[in-house]
């Protein structure tokens, strides 16, 4: 069958080859290069340059003779939706429409606009598969990730030839099975849409055990949700509908824990909100994380650490496994964690912490001046100058009340030690930002459900199994080694034998390893954003990937580590 179908295949080749070039579709692509705007029955034709070249590569012959091919294409556009990519941007309608439609009842303009159509439609399809619709850096500024330059020209050619649309298509995805999970997990909620999801009233909270007239409606929530296990017979009522029974103990806390509440059983204003958030809103939730792994690279690599800031959790996977998780501490909404890519190169044990000027003026200066003693008990010294030339200085010599954000000559240093903010490691990758994972003496604040403390920096949860599992290629640097030197309290620096890729990353939806979709607060309203742009439809001529090699993964910086001292 498969030799068949290449014959066939290659016969329609040579007869589109044979009918020599489209006048039509020459006229349009002429029209294109020019710069004039080309539409289809109203609807515009976007990704110009590419589309351009794909035609000048094919002759200028009518590309899409099979009509199994433009079946399968309107199909893949349809199924797109899942993604959650609106099929009208691909010009979904009026190719189902028009597409499938006999060529010998269409006139030669007319199938030429249908081609044209169908090839804009795969091209601006792929783009959007492999790179995402928004640019990254409308919502984070500070976005720095490796993308996938790809020539999609080339790709549909190949994709025609070998008769493999939808394949092709789908291999433009993200491979990482976390955008599989999460297209799985919207199809399971996409047939709620519709349904009647009437707000269930605020009121007094409910324990285990108590009785209330809402329970009946909760426990419908629940098992729309699927958090509440189908009963066998579900025709049985309920024994007593309004009573918070033993059914319900292990429920409630588990809905609680995916929306990353307190699992503690009772039904509060909270969980309350949770159960009243519409399928509609889940669903925008799982859309943003899924145009957030666009932006990724195809694959993260075999090992690799990542960080999803609205999710408080650090994962380190090695030879594609997980290998640790931990919990995180990240930035205040006001001083927010940034979403970037790099590698981890050199870890700092015992490290001493410059603070920052904001903090230095912001934070340190009006504890300095309400308390003279605040930095001895702190263990922080004065220095005045710079670099090697810099001296430290009496912090009783300075009048700390005459500083400001524009006279502040002095750095703030705070030696290693029980007191020290980054504790006694942290994971240094260069970046611009100036943000690394650390340590902290504060490890009560992991108790917390919402962990948003930093001024920036992710604080590590057990950060010295972190840095043993990230040292496991350097036998010089074993568990004994580590607890001498954090003895000895001097700064130390331990260079990875190979440094690690590390993606920070902000998803407020995701599948955990129970299958489980977990949902999270938006806590630095980024989604909203996201989705008002994913949900605008296209217009102007789309940028397509730049027909260049990849390369592995782009290092942000080339600094190299310090010296041990």
Known sequence: MAILATLILLT???????????????????????????????????????????????????????????????????????????????HGGL?????????DDLSEEMQADIDLLLSDAFLLAASHLLEGKVNPQTIHAEWNASRQPRDLAVTLADALRAGAIASTLDSLRPSHPAYAKLMEARNRLTPLLGHPWLPIADGQSI?????????????????ALGDLPTRTD???PVSDPDLYSMELDPVIPGFQARHGLEPDGIIGRKTLAALNLMPVERIRQI????????????????????????GFQLQLVTDNKEALRRRVIVGRPYRQTPVFSDRIRYLVFNPTWTVPRKLMIEDLLPAIIRDPTYLDRQGISVYQGWGADR??????????????????????????????ALGQVKFMFPNPYAVYLHDTPGQYLFGRQERTFSSGCIRVEKPL???EALLAGAPEWNRQTIDRLLAQKRPATA???????????YWTAWVDEDERIQFRDDIYHRDSRLLAQLRQGVSGEHQLPTPVVATDFPSNSKSDPPKSN
Do not use: C, M
Request: hydrophobic share 40%.
């Open 12 to 90: 329609l080749s040579l007869q589109a080859l044979a009918a020599g070039p489209s006048e039509p579709l020459v006229q349009r692509i002429e029209a294109l290069e020019a710069g004039q705007p080309v539409k289809v029955l109203g609807e515009p034709v976007l990704t110009g340059e590419t589309l351009s070249r794909f035609y000048e590569n094919h002759g200028f012959q009518l590309a899409w003779s099979s009509a199994g091919l433009r079946r399968e294409l309107i199909d893949a556009i349809r199924q797109i939706a899942n993604d959650g990519l609106n099929p009208a941007d691909y």
């Open 95 to 103: 190719l189902s429409e028009l597409a499938l439609r006999a060529r």
């Open 207 to 223: 324990h285990p055990g108590d009785r209330d007239p809402r329970l009946p409606e909760i426990r419908r929530r629940l098992a």
């Open 234 to 236: 579900p025709e049985a």
């Open 287 to 310: 859309d943003a994380s899924l145009e957030r792994w666009r932006w990724l690279p195809q694959t993260l690599g075999e090992d690799y650490v990542l960080v999803n800031i609205a």
């Open 391 to 420: 001296q430290q200085i009496d912090p009783v010599a300075v009048d700390w009340s005459s500083l400001s954000r524009d006279n502040f000559p002095y750095q703030l240093v705070q030696g290693p030690g029980p007191l020290n």
């Open 465 to 467: 199994e972190l840095a």
């Open 495 to 505: 260079v990875l034998p190979d440094p690690i890729p590390i993606y920070i990353q």
